[in-house]
């Protein structure tokens, strides 16, 4: 029949249960969710939601946890509605609600982290304020609170960019299929952003590997990935030390990797580093001033261009990240190696 054809299609689980509590037909969504097995109904709530709609001739809804079991375990959270019809048949619908409640709280976390984070620069733009208008007969302290500010404001001004940048990303922009990307240039445009920086704190930026590689992509995007990284980078190390930045094509990859001899990461934290907001060291992260959704962008945009991040750290013995992306056919006829280049300020 044709209904049954289309009740097969269905994604929500659909059961008819006889007055017995017997299943008289359920669709492949409802035997892939577990709650079917044969002619009966394995969730206990789903047998108590029946004979409640079967009881009182009302429709019934309730919403609970279904345990899967497996390795890893799975755990389902369902949303069922049961209908009385008549002789005591009772008609069950069940959707799968647990992707959503997973990005309902994720969206929560989000929202509670954005509003913290935003609150801590507001917070002190206020007391600085307050503070600059006490000391106003004092030029000198007014000019102390007043770049101060300036700081906190600039840090505001980076977080909610690279918010939005982030929900770009993450709105499912992709780069063009057929654009190429000189990863020479993305280099060079991502080391002149963070020149000044390093020239600071007198970190030599080093330069190494490949040349002439290209890939597809976005030359935008790419340039944010890189520069966060060397931001990062350069944030994270002492001063009068190197951060490299390296380049080589592997098969049919292009890798970047950027190095630095800094402060390193905890195996604990390789993975989590990625998450937005996360920080290793949150107190480092005020000083330097990081908003903690550099690598979540720098993910989201390696993620967009089909390639991988991966991390290598040790404490105290520095962090190298490396972008691996899909390369060009014209990467294969223009690659070559080069010396080493410097930028930045050299060690004193």
């Known amino acids: 029949m044709a209904a049954d054809r289309m009740l097969a299609l269905l994604p929500t689980a659909a059961i008819l249960v006889d007055s017995d509590d017997g299943v008289r037909m359920a669709n492949g969504a409802a035997v892939s969710m577990g709650i079917v097995k044969?002619?009966?109904?394995?969730?206990?709530?789903?047998?108590?939601?029946?004979?409640?709609?079967?009881?009182?001739g009302e429709s019934q809804t309730?919403?609970?946890?279904?345990?899967?079991?497996?390795?890893?375990?799975r755990v389902l959270t369902v949303g069922a509605r049961a209908q009385p019809l008549d002789d005591g048949e009772v008609a069950l619908v069940v959707d799968d609600l647990t992707e959503s409640k997973r990005v309902d709280a994720v969206r929560r976390d989000f929202v509670a982290n954005v509003g913290h984070e935003i609150k801590t620069p507001v917070g002190a733009l206020t007391l600085l304020a307050e503070a600059a208008l006490d000391a106003q007969d004092d030029p000198d302290a007014v000019h102390h609170f007043l770049s101060r500010m300036q700081r906190e404001a600039s840090r505001l001004s980076r977080l909610v960019q690279e918010l939005l940048d982030l929900s770009r990303l993450q709105g499912g922009e992709t780069?063009?299929?057929?654009?190429?990307?000189?990863?020479?240039?993305?280099?060079?445009?991502?080391v002149d952003r963070g020149r000044l920086v390093a020239e600071v704190k007198q970190i030599e930026i080093v330069r190494g590997g490949d040349t002439g590689?290209?890939?597809?992509?976005?030359?935008?995007?790419l340039v944010t990935a890189v520069s966060?990284?060397?931001d990062n980078a350069v944030a994270y190390s002492p001063e009068r030390t190197e951060v490299a930045v390296g380049v080589h094509h592997r098969g049919d990859m292009v890798e970047i990797a950027v190095k630095d001899q800094g402060v390193g990461i905890d195996a604990a934290d390789h993975e989590r580093i990625f998450e937005r907001f996360y920080r290793v060291d949150p107190a480092r992260s005020?000083?330097?001033g990081g908003t903690g959704l550099g690598l979540a962008i720098v993910k989201h945009i390696v993620s967009n261009h089909r390639g991988q991040i991966t991390v290598w750290s040790q404490p105290g013995a520095g962090s190298t990240f490396t972008l691996r992306l899909p390369a060009s056919?014209?990467?294969s006829a223009g690659a070559g190696t080069d010396g080493v280049a410097r930028t930045g300020a050299s060690p004193a």
Do not use: H, K, M, W
């Open 38 to 56: 044969g002619q009966r109904l394995v969730v206990s709530e789903l047998g108590e939601l029946t004979r409640a709609a079967r009881r009182t």
């Open 62 to 73: 309730a919403e609970f946890a279904i345990d899967q079991g497996g390795f890893p375990r």
């Open 175 to 190: 780069p063009p299929a057929d654009a190429d990307v000189s990863v020479d240039a993305v280099i060079d445009e991502a």
């Open 213 to 221: 590689c290209v890939v597809v992509g976005s030359e935008n995007q």
């Open 228 to 230: 966060n990284l060397l």
């Open 286 to 288: 005020r000083d330097t």
């Open 329 to 331: 056919p014209a990467s």
